[in-house]
């Protein structure tokens, strides 16, 4: 089925304004302007209408509802730079073309994975709260909200793809010394510039790190990739943060080792259950052991509209007939 010159595109959720107003102009744009979520009956009739869908990262595009899409669904256009909403292979099964929007969120990425990685040890959340809490402020002391030093820590990276390699960027010059576990060896180019140490066995990497930062995507490969036994490993005095994905972290042991004093803490910008938080890791954020965002890695007004430029580019590249530069294969996850 050959696809119109102005697709019909459905739109699950609000893109920022100067977005919209260009796929009003170029396609049979269906918005969603109340950014309402839109249930599962809501999506698996895009699925059966649309010739193109753009989703965002809290849209599940499983097998049962790519089942459901029609013939005329040929592209599935992620506003987001992580596929584990889809099931890839499903889709490209069925002959459905899968983008993505990477790039454009890397450094916003890696600068909220720096904030996290020095407001822990640092205690910025707890000491910031303390001037607006209400509490008495006596002044500076010699021991009070005291955290611990950043440079000359050891970093390990897990995931040494764009984002992990922006945070190896940024942490060197906080004085961190770099250490990755990837899938594959990054070239030696790479390793060079950042000084980067490369560790084969991740259980050895995490049982002698200062903190832990993950930046691999969430695949069936990497669920729980920070299992129970691995998460035993870390030291009691090193810090995890996650900015990845909830889910690559067993996110139940590594609370149980924070509240034991088995882990000192952790920076969290994604949870397994999202969006619900775990009522006890918000206890430990309120006794300052953890910090919590609510899902903030790419959230700058730029990379939001550079991700809908990028949806754009991957939508009209493949309606000319061209390979859309942004797209997912499962042999590449
Ligand atoms: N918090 C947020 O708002 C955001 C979160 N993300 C998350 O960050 C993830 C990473 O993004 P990028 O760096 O752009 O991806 P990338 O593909 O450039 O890098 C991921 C790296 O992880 C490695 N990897 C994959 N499976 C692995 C495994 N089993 N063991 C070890 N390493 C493995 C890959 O080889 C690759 O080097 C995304 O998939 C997404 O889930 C991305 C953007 C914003
Ligand atoms: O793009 C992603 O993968 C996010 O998590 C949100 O930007």
Redesign the pocket.
């Known amino acids: 089925m050959a696809i119109r010159k102005r697709p019909l595109v459905v739109v699950t959720r609000k893109l920022p304004d100067s977005v919209e107003t260009r796929m009003r102009e170029l396609f049979d744009a269906r918005l969603n302007l109340d950014d309402s979520p839109l249930s599962k009956a809501a999506l698996i009739e895009a699925a059966k209408q649309a010739e193109i869908i753009v989703p965002t990262v809290t849209d599940k595009i499983d097998a049962a509802l790519i089942a459901e899409a029609g013939p005329q669904l040929k592209l599935i256009a992620n506003f ?5 909403n889809i099931d890839v292979e499903a889709a490209v099964k069925k002959g459905i073309a899968v983008t993505n929007t ?2 454009v ?2 450094e ?2 890696a600068d ?1 994975t720096m904030a996290l990685l020095l407001a822990v040890p640092r205690r910025l959340v707890e000491g910031a709260s303390v001037l607006i809490s209400g509490q008495e402020w006596t002044g500076w002391s010699p021991t009070w909200m005291l955290g611990h030093r950043i440079w000359g820590k050891r970093l390990g990276i ?7 390699q922006a945070v190896a960027r940024r942490a060197r010059a906080f004085g961190l010394q770099i250490h990755y ?4 060896r ?1 070239p030696v180019e790479i390793e060079e510039e950042l000084e980067a140490t490369y560790w084969e066995s ?1 259980d050895q990497m995490l049982a002698r790190m200062d903190i832990i930062s993950i ?5 069936p ?2 669920y729980h ?1 920070l299992s129970a036994r691995r998460l035993k490993l870390i030291r009691p005095e090193a810090y995890v943060v996650n ?3 909830g889910e690559v972290i067993d996110e139940n042991t590594l609370t149980r080792l924070i509240e034991a004093g088995e882990i000192a803490g952790a920076g969290l ?2 949870f397994e259950h999202e969006p619900a938080v775990n009522p006890r890791l918000v206890k430990l954020a309120k006794a300052g052991k953890v910090v919590l965002l609510p ?5 700058t007004v730029e990379g939001r509209v550079e991700m809908g430029e990028k949806v754009i580019i991957n939508i009209r590249t493949f309606m000319d007939g061209h390979k859309p530069p942004d797209r997912v294969l499962p042999s590449t996850l």
């Open positions: 987001g730079n992580g596929v584990d990477p790039r969120l890397t916003d990425t909220m897990v995931g040494m793809g764009r984002i992990g576990h990837n899938r594959r990054v991740l930046n691999c995507p969430h695949t490969a990497t990739l900015t990845a994905r910008d994604v899902h903030m890695g790419s959230a």
